[in-house]
């Protein structure tokens, strides 16, 4: 069946780690007192890098800047569909100054960027599919920004309630596969939002809470080929099963700040 999957290459953004700490908390998987070893999360980033482009996908990298320890996490700075640009508004005031960061970015690369009035995370919190945007809140990014969201691109826009601090963004729960697909976590989803997901999705891929921790979700998937978290070994089963082909991606230095390989990897959509 994986011959049937036809992979579509992807131009991404990314952010070399070289200031990458842990030197706040603001989620369950930050602790300050927590050391990082900044020479392994470049080898791990540059593994993420190479396996990209050994696929066949196009990779650019903005400049890290120094204090912003977090700007590896690329996926949060925007959403990036058919050209236009919906930028970031950090919840957290540490991470503020990412947003500019990338905006100067996107506006050097020719890209016009919206900056959002509400409390917005990008892909942390926004999802595209074929047909609509899933969008996450309970943590991280409002409902208000959803609203903005869909009147700037006009797609329309599905709510998701996240509920599990351990997934505080959306793409820590749910990643898609293909355009008619995802695989995501239940139970890191209100009771309502999961009825959504199952009536839109009838055939999801469904991780366990295990896989989920492992930071299994936070994955990239070309349509093919699935760049995922080496321990979250049930799901690559469950993929293979499906269809696709796992690519394991260590990037475990990461985790100690709450993020893994979609966290670190923005799709610009043209």
């Known amino acids: 069946m994986s011959e049937s999957r036809v992979p579509r290459p992807r ?10 700490a842990v030197q ?9 007192d927590t050391p990082v070893d900044v020479e ?6 540059q593994a993420l890098i190479s396996a990209y482009r050994a696929h ?7 400049e890290p800047v120094a204090g912003l320890p977090d700007m590896v996490f690329a996926a949060n700075c925007a959403l990036v569909l058919e050209g236009r640009v919906f930028g970031s508004s950090f919840h957290a005031p540490e991470r503020r100054p990412e947003s500019t960061a990338y905006e100067t970015w996107f506006k050097t690369a020719g890209f016009d960027v919206y900056r959002p009035e509400s409390v917005c995370e990008g892909e942390g919190d926004l999802v595209p599919t074929r047909r609509f945007v899933l969008a996450g809140t309970g943590f ?21 309630r996240l509920v599990d601090p351990h997934f505080y963004h959306l793409d820590t729960a749910l990643f898609v596969l293909d355009d008619d697909n995802i695989a995501y976590y239940p139970e890191a989803f209100s009771p309502g939002s999961r009825e959504v997901l199952r ?4 055939d999801a891929v469904l991780a366990t809470r295990e896989d989920a921790l492992a930071f299994g979700l936070n994955s990239v998937s ?21 269809g696709y082909v796992p690519v394991p991606v260590d990037l475990s230095e990461f985790h100690k700040a709450g993020g893994g390989i979609k966290c670190c990897t923005q799709e610009i959509r043209s």
């Open 222 to 242: 070309d349509g093919r080929h699935v760049f995922i978290a080496p321990r979250a070994e049930a799901l690559a089963d469950q993929l293979v099963t499906h």
């Open 199 to 202: 009536r839109l999705f009838p």
């Open 40 to 45: 392994l999360a470049l080898a791990q980033w």
């Open 140 to 160: 991280r990014t409002t409902p208000e920004a959803h609203r903005e969201v869909q009147e700037f691109f006009g797609v329309p826009v599905i709510g998701l």
């Open 24 to 32: 706040y908390a603001i989620n369950p998987w930050m602790r300050p």
């Open 56 to 62: 066949g996908h196009t990779v650019d990298s903005v």
């Open 11 to 20: 131009r991404f953004l990314v952010c070399e780690p070289r200031h990458f």
